[in-house]
């Protein structure tokens, strides 16, 4: 049976995805390879980790303006996760979002969670989102 979950859409949109998970946050300028997909960051504990077409669930971003522009270059190139839940509003994540949809028609969910839900989901997870914010976790 589907845990729910609802959140806060900061940017809205639908997804579905298997959850990628960290308690880190993580810097996407240097951290996240835009062509590939994969987290690059080799002290990060997701490096390996391939977030193209996942749900990356993050406590929240780490860095600056610079993480926008690598967000808003893998949405283009299709290397872009599915969505991403954070713990707060995360003016970075978003505003890659906004641009992308604007700019591509190609923009990504972006939801803020609570610490008591974002510590329920698991990495492997299925998640499916709604554009109100509902977040469905699956086995």
Same mark, same amino acid.
């Given at each position: 049976m589907a845990e729910l979950i609802q959140a806060k859409p900061i940017v809205a949109g639908t997804a579905r995805g298997k959850a990628l998970v960290s308690q880190e946050?993580?810097?996407?300028?240097?951290?996240? @390879?835009?062509?590939?997909?994969?987290?690059? @960051?080799?002290?990060?504990?997701?490096?390996?980790?391939?977030?193209?077409?996942?749900?990356?669930?993050?406590?929240?971003?780490?860095?600056s303006s610079t993480a926008t522009a690598v967000l808003l270059e893998a949405l283009r190139a299709g290397t872009a996760p599915a969505a991403i839940l954070t713990t707060a509003a995360d003016a970075f994540f978003a505003l890659a979002g906004i641009v992308a949809e604007e700019m591509y028609g190609n923009g990504i969910p972006i939801l803020a969670i609570d610490w008591v839900d974002f510590e329920r989901i698991e990495t492997g997870q299925w998640i499916d989102i709604d554009a109100d914010g509902t977040v469905r976790l699956d086995e």
């Open positions: 946050p993580l810097s996407l300028w240097g951290g996240y @390879d835009q062509a590939t997909g994969e987290i690059i @960051d080799r002290r990060h504990p997701l490096s390996g980790q391939i977030a193209a077409g996942r749900v990356l669930v993050l406590p929240y971003s780490r860095g």
